[in-house]
């Protein structure tokens, strides 16, 4: 076993006690299908989070100039670092190894910042249950203002374990983006990687 196997296990195993603590106390229904694209409409929070991004925007598969593997466990990307070109459309293809629900979200440090919240609600509702999603609970109102929170963005994937989904990413524009898992805990963990833009 590797320094960096174990070095990542600690983490996981405080956020897989902290989300199966947390969602213990709601009805678990188990998704049988990765959540790539979401369903129903979006909390207003999300909504406003998936609009414009200034380092980039939803680019179309037929315009992707190449393929990025990633794969997530727990708590880790593989790979940790990304080279891109302004101008390149990126077909990002993400499988999750791991035992935990992740995520792979493009954004920057507060964009992470302000999404954790409606994550961490997520999970606060029964949604995020540790190692899989309840998606009959993803489609039921949330939060003051009763919004359904499908987490269906052009620039996040949400998985359960064994799943595996697609982003295509045109990326415009350099700056401080990062690839993040913003499924409460992970981020603290260290699940969060960079994208360097020539």
């Known amino acids: 076993m590797s320094i960096k196997t174990r070095f990542h296990q600690l983490p996981s195993l405080i956020a897989a006690f902290a989300i199966v603590s947390i969602g213990s106390a709601h009805a678990a229904g188990s998704g049988d299908h990765h959540h790539g694209a979401g369903h129903g409409s979006m909390h207003g929070g999300e909504a406003a989070m998936a609009g414009p991004m200034s380092f980039g925007k939803p680019g179309k598969l037929a315009d992707a100039d190449r393929v990025i593997e990633i794969v997530m466990g727990d708590n880790y990307f593989e790979p940790e670092t990304l080279s891109v070109s302004a101008g390149e459309t990126i ?93 409460p805990g992970h981020y603290a963990a260290g699940m969060v990687g960079t994208v360097d833009v020539e």
């Not at 949330?142 to 052009?154: A, E, F, L």
């Open 91 to 183: 077909q990002f293809k993400i499988s999750n190894r791991g035992t935990l629900v992740h995520e792979f979200n493009l954004g920057t440090p507060s964009y992470h910042e302000a999404h954790q919240g409606e994550m961490m609600m997520m999970q606060q509702h029964g949604v995020l249950m540790g190692d899989h999603i309840n998606h009959e609970m993803m489609n039921m109102p949330m939060g003051n203002d009763g919004h359904v929170m499908s987490h269906d963005h052009p620039n996040s994937v949400l998985l359960e374990p064994g799943k595996s989904g697609d982003i295509v990413w045109t990326f415009t524009s350099g700056g401080d983006i990062e690839f993040a898992c913003n499924v």
